[in-house]
Protein backbone atom coordinates (compact mmCIF):
# COMPACT_ATOMS: atom_id res chain seq x y z
CA UNK A 1 0.00 0.00 0.00
CA UNK A 2 2.79 2.42 -0.89
CA UNK A 3 1.06 4.03 -3.39
CA UNK A 4 -2.22 5.35 -2.35
CA UNK A 5 -4.80 7.13 -5.07
CA UNK A 6 -7.72 9.74 -3.16
CA UNK A 7 -10.08 11.08 -4.93
CA UNK A 8 -10.18 15.06 -4.67
CA UNK A 9 -13.02 17.61 -5.00
CA UNK A 10 -14.82 20.48 -3.04
CA UNK A 11 -17.74 18.09 -1.48
CA UNK A 12 -17.89 17.86 2.32
CA UNK A 13 -16.05 14.59 2.33
CA UNK A 14 -13.40 15.36 0.51
CA UNK A 15 -11.02 16.18 3.90
CA UNK A 16 -12.12 12.93 5.51
CA UNK A 17 -10.52 11.01 2.71
CA UNK A 18 -7.77 12.96 2.59
CA UNK A 19 -6.97 12.38 6.36
CA UNK A 20 -7.65 8.72 5.68
CA UNK A 21 -5.02 8.78 3.10
CA UNK A 22 -2.31 10.48 5.18
CA UNK A 23 -3.08 8.14 7.58
CA UNK A 24 -2.46 5.17 5.29
CA UNK A 25 0.71 6.73 4.07
CA UNK A 26 1.88 7.01 7.14
CA UNK A 27 1.17 3.81 8.54
CA UNK A 28 2.52 2.19 5.28
CA UNK A 29 5.27 4.46 4.53
CA UNK A 30 3.43 5.50 1.68
CA UNK A 31 2.64 8.41 -0.90
CA UNK A 32 -0.49 10.30 -1.92
CA UNK A 33 -1.50 11.16 -5.10
CA UNK A 34 -4.86 13.48 -5.47
CA UNK A 35 -6.72 13.09 -8.95
CA UNK A 36 -9.16 15.91 -9.72
CA UNK A 37 -11.17 15.00 -12.57
CA UNK A 38 -13.71 17.42 -14.63
CA UNK A 39 -16.37 15.36 -16.37
CA UNK A 40 -16.15 17.02 -19.82
CA UNK A 41 -19.84 15.83 -21.07
CA UNK A 42 -21.80 17.58 -18.35
CA UNK A 43 -20.90 20.15 -20.38
CA UNK A 44 -22.37 19.12 -23.39
CA UNK A 45 -25.80 19.50 -24.21
CA UNK A 46 -27.83 18.12 -27.16
CA UNK A 47 -31.40 19.23 -28.46
CA UNK A 48 -34.17 17.50 -30.17
CA UNK A 49 -32.77 18.15 -33.45
CA UNK A 50 -29.65 16.74 -33.52
CA UNK A 51 -27.83 20.10 -32.05
CA UNK A 52 -24.65 20.06 -29.75
CA UNK A 53 -23.89 22.66 -27.59
CA UNK A 54 -20.93 23.03 -25.39
CA UNK A 55 -21.24 25.57 -22.06
CA UNK A 56 -17.79 27.32 -22.90
CA UNK A 57 -18.39 29.51 -20.02
CA UNK A 58 -19.39 26.90 -17.34
CA UNK A 59 -16.29 24.72 -18.54
CA UNK A 60 -14.10 27.53 -17.65
CA UNK A 61 -15.60 28.34 -13.96
CA UNK A 62 -15.41 24.53 -13.52
CA UNK A 63 -11.79 24.45 -14.66
CA UNK A 64 -11.00 27.77 -12.87
CA UNK A 65 -12.39 26.03 -9.49
CA UNK A 66 -10.47 23.21 -10.08
CA UNK A 67 -7.33 24.98 -10.15
CA UNK A 68 -8.34 27.22 -7.17
CA UNK A 69 -9.01 23.45 -5.28
CA UNK A 70 -5.63 22.43 -6.98
CA UNK A 71 -4.05 25.62 -4.77
CA UNK A 72 -5.44 25.40 -1.44
CA UNK A 73 -5.13 21.01 -1.29
CA UNK A 74 -1.08 22.00 -2.28
CA UNK A 75 -1.27 24.62 0.80
CA UNK A 76 -3.16 21.87 3.17
CA UNK A 77 -0.44 19.25 1.98
CA UNK A 78 2.75 21.22 2.15
CA UNK A 79 2.16 21.37 5.98
CA UNK A 80 2.29 17.07 6.28
CA UNK A 81 5.09 14.66 6.66
CA UNK A 82 3.65 12.40 3.65
CA UNK A 83 5.05 12.58 0.29
CA UNK A 84 2.34 13.81 -2.34
CA UNK A 85 1.31 15.06 -5.95
CA UNK A 86 -1.92 16.19 -7.23
CA UNK A 87 -3.19 15.09 -11.02
CA UNK A 88 -5.46 17.28 -12.67
CA UNK A 89 -7.97 14.75 -15.88
CA UNK A 90 -10.51 16.32 -17.76
CA UNK A 91 -13.09 12.97 -18.37
CA UNK A 92 -15.61 11.13 -16.33
CA UNK A 93 -14.69 10.22 -12.39
CA UNK A 94 -14.76 6.63 -12.24
CA UNK A 95 -12.65 6.15 -16.11
CA UNK A 96 -10.10 8.89 -14.55
CA UNK A 97 -9.53 7.11 -11.22
CA UNK A 98 -9.33 4.23 -12.88
CA UNK A 99 -6.47 4.86 -15.68
CA UNK A 100 -4.79 6.65 -12.45
CA UNK A 101 -4.69 3.37 -10.84
CA UNK A 102 -3.07 1.61 -12.98
CA UNK A 103 -0.05 2.13 -11.12
CA UNK A 104 -1.74 2.46 -7.33
CA UNK A 105 -1.74 0.25 -4.90
CA UNK A 106 -5.09 1.54 -3.12
CA UNK A 107 -7.84 4.05 -4.48
CA UNK A 108 -9.75 5.93 -1.96
CA UNK A 109 -13.49 6.97 -2.55
CA UNK A 110 -16.75 8.00 -0.62
CA UNK A 111 -19.90 6.20 -0.52
CA UNK A 112 -23.06 8.14 -1.19
CA UNK A 113 -24.74 10.19 1.20
CA UNK A 114 -27.46 8.05 2.30
CA UNK A 115 -29.53 5.69 0.27
CA UNK A 116 -31.60 7.16 -2.85
CA UNK A 117 -29.38 10.47 -2.18
CA UNK A 118 -27.25 10.41 -4.96
CA UNK A 119 -26.34 14.46 -5.22
CA UNK A 120 -22.64 13.94 -3.75
CA UNK A 121 -21.61 11.79 -6.84
CA UNK A 122 -21.87 8.70 -8.63
CA UNK A 123 -24.12 6.31 -6.81
CA UNK A 124 -21.77 3.54 -7.43
CA UNK A 125 -18.79 5.45 -7.79
CA UNK A 126 -17.37 2.88 -5.35
CA UNK A 127 -18.29 -0.15 -7.12
CA UNK A 128 -18.04 1.05 -10.75
CA UNK A 129 -14.62 1.73 -9.65
CA UNK A 130 -13.64 -1.60 -8.05
CA UNK A 131 -15.04 -3.30 -11.56
CA UNK A 132 -12.79 -1.14 -13.43
CA UNK A 133 -9.43 -0.80 -11.87
CA UNK A 134 -6.95 -3.70 -11.01
CA UNK A 135 -6.34 -2.13 -7.06
CA UNK A 136 -8.87 -2.65 -4.00
CA UNK A 137 -11.02 0.27 -3.35
CA UNK A 138 -11.31 1.98 0.07
CA UNK A 139 -14.77 3.74 0.15
CA UNK A 140 -15.41 5.32 3.41
CA UNK A 141 -18.74 6.98 4.73
CA UNK A 142 -19.54 10.53 4.06
CA UNK A 143 -18.79 11.66 7.82
CA UNK A 144 -15.51 9.35 7.94
CA UNK A 145 -12.78 11.69 9.73
CA UNK A 146 -10.48 8.70 10.36
CA UNK A 147 -10.09 5.13 9.86
CA UNK A 148 -9.99 3.08 13.05
CA UNK A 149 -6.92 0.48 12.48
CA UNK A 150 -7.89 -1.37 15.71
CA UNK A 151 -11.84 -1.59 15.67
CA UNK A 152 -12.29 -5.65 14.57
CA UNK A 153 -12.44 -6.10 10.68
CA UNK A 154 -15.73 -8.03 9.09
CA UNK A 155 -15.13 -10.29 6.53
CA UNK A 156 -18.10 -10.87 4.23
CA UNK A 157 -17.47 -14.38 2.56
CA UNK A 158 -18.78 -15.85 0.09
CA UNK A 159 -16.33 -18.37 -1.18
CA UNK A 160 -16.54 -16.52 -4.59
CA UNK A 161 -12.78 -15.91 -6.13
CA UNK A 162 -13.81 -11.57 -5.94
CA UNK A 163 -14.10 -12.43 -1.69
CA UNK A 164 -10.18 -14.18 -2.38
CA UNK A 165 -8.97 -10.96 -3.88
CA UNK A 166 -10.82 -8.80 -1.69
CA UNK A 167 -9.15 -10.89 1.76
CA UNK A 168 -5.49 -10.59 -0.31
CA UNK A 169 -5.74 -7.00 -1.12
CA UNK A 170 -7.30 -6.11 2.90
CA UNK A 171 -4.19 -7.95 4.47
CA UNK A 172 -2.42 -4.73 5.74
CA UNK A 173 -5.69 -3.47 6.77
CA UNK A 174 -6.45 -6.50 9.04
CA UNK A 175 -2.98 -7.07 10.58
CA UNK A 176 -3.25 -6.14 14.68
CA UNK A 177 -6.78 -6.22 14.69
CA UNK A 178 -9.68 -8.72 15.44
CA UNK A 179 -11.14 -10.34 12.52
CA UNK A 180 -14.21 -12.30 11.84
CA UNK A 181 -15.16 -14.08 9.08
CA UNK A 182 -18.42 -14.56 8.13
CA UNK A 183 -20.45 -16.49 5.95
CA UNK A 184 -24.71 -16.24 5.55
CA UNK A 185 -26.59 -19.11 5.28
CA UNK A 186 -24.29 -21.52 4.42
CA UNK A 187 -22.86 -19.77 1.51
CA UNK A 188 -19.68 -21.27 0.75
CA UNK A 189 -19.14 -21.19 -3.15
CA UNK A 190 -15.92 -22.48 -4.83
CA UNK A 191 -13.50 -21.64 -1.77
CA UNK A 192 -14.32 -22.60 2.05
CA UNK A 193 -14.12 -20.16 4.72
CA UNK A 194 -11.88 -22.01 6.62
CA UNK A 195 -9.30 -21.97 3.38
CA UNK A 196 -9.42 -18.03 3.76
CA UNK A 197 -8.36 -18.41 7.67
CA UNK A 198 -5.53 -20.45 6.78
CA UNK A 199 -4.38 -17.77 4.51
CA UNK A 200 -5.04 -15.49 6.73
CA UNK A 201 -3.32 -17.28 9.74
CA UNK A 202 -0.09 -17.38 7.26
CA UNK A 203 0.06 -13.65 7.65
CA UNK A 204 -0.27 -14.29 11.32
CA UNK A 205 -3.96 -13.33 11.46
CA UNK A 206 -5.87 -15.00 13.44
CA UNK A 207 -9.50 -14.95 12.06
CA UNK A 208 -12.91 -16.41 13.59
CA UNK A 209 -14.96 -18.18 11.51
CA UNK A 210 -18.76 -17.30 12.15
CA UNK A 211 -21.74 -19.20 10.25
CA UNK A 212 -24.55 -16.96 10.47
CA UNK A 213 -27.76 -18.39 9.49
CA UNK A 214 -30.02 -15.81 7.03
CA UNK A 215 -33.99 -16.13 8.40
CA UNK A 216 -35.91 -13.48 6.60
CA UNK A 217 -33.09 -10.91 5.99
CA UNK A 218 -31.37 -11.02 2.72
CA UNK A 219 -27.31 -11.37 3.67
CA UNK A 220 -26.39 -7.99 3.10
CA UNK A 221 -28.62 -6.74 5.52
CA UNK A 222 -27.50 -10.11 7.68
CA UNK A 223 -23.65 -8.62 6.91
CA UNK A 224 -24.89 -4.82 7.70
CA UNK A 225 -26.41 -6.22 10.93
CA UNK A 226 -23.19 -8.49 11.71
CA UNK A 227 -20.98 -5.43 11.46
CA UNK A 228 -23.23 -3.43 13.66
CA UNK A 229 -22.77 -6.24 16.45
CA UNK A 230 -19.59 -6.89 16.00
CA UNK A 231 -18.44 -2.77 15.92
CA UNK A 232 -16.82 -3.37 13.02
CA UNK A 233 -14.39 -0.87 11.81
CA UNK A 234 -13.98 -1.94 8.30
CA UNK A 235 -16.06 -4.14 6.53
CA UNK A 236 -14.03 -6.52 3.49
CA UNK A 237 -15.70 -7.88 0.62
CA UNK A 238 -15.52 -8.72 -3.25
CA UNK A 239 -17.31 -6.41 -4.93
CA UNK A 240 -20.12 -7.89 -7.49
CA UNK A 241 -19.25 -12.08 -7.50
CA UNK A 242 -22.29 -12.12 -9.65
CA UNK A 243 -22.67 -9.63 -13.06
CA UNK A 244 -23.20 -6.25 -12.37
CA UNK A 245 -26.35 -6.31 -14.23
CA UNK A 246 -28.08 -8.70 -12.14
CA UNK A 247 -27.57 -6.93 -9.24
CA UNK A 248 -28.52 -3.80 -10.69
CA UNK A 249 -31.51 -5.24 -11.65
CA UNK A 250 -32.12 -7.70 -8.23
CA UNK A 251 -30.11 -6.15 -5.79
CA UNK A 252 -27.55 -7.71 -4.23
CA UNK A 253 -24.69 -7.45 -1.26
CA UNK A 254 -22.14 -4.99 -3.71
CA UNK A 255 -25.42 -2.86 -4.74
CA UNK A 256 -26.49 -2.52 -0.96
CA UNK A 257 -23.33 -1.27 1.17
CA UNK A 258 -22.07 0.63 -1.70
CA UNK A 259 -25.17 2.74 -1.67
CA UNK A 260 -25.79 2.91 2.13
CA UNK A 261 -23.38 4.52 3.16
CA UNK A 262 -22.53 3.35 6.69
CA UNK A 263 -19.61 1.53 7.03
CA UNK A 264 -16.04 1.21 5.56
CA UNK A 265 -15.41 -0.67 2.58
CA UNK A 266 -12.54 -2.53 1.18
CA UNK A 267 -13.74 -4.01 -2.53
CA UNK A 268 -11.99 -5.73 -5.01
CA UNK A 269 -13.30 -7.24 -7.81
Known amino acids: MRSILVHADSDAASEGRLQVALDCARRFEGHVSLLIA ?10 PFGGTYFAAEALAKAQADDLALESRLADRLAKEDVPWDIEMADGEIVSALSGAATLADLAIVS ?3 AKGDFRSGPPMLAGDLALTASIPVLALPQDSKALDFDKPALIAWNGSPEAAHAVRAAVPFLKGRPVVIVTIGGDEGDFAAEEAARYLSRHGIHAELRAIERGVE ?13 GAGLIVMGAFGRSRLRETIFGGATQYLVTGGRYPLLLAH
Open 38 to 47: TPLREFVSFD
Open 111 to 113: LPK
Open 218 to 230: TPEERIEKEAGAL
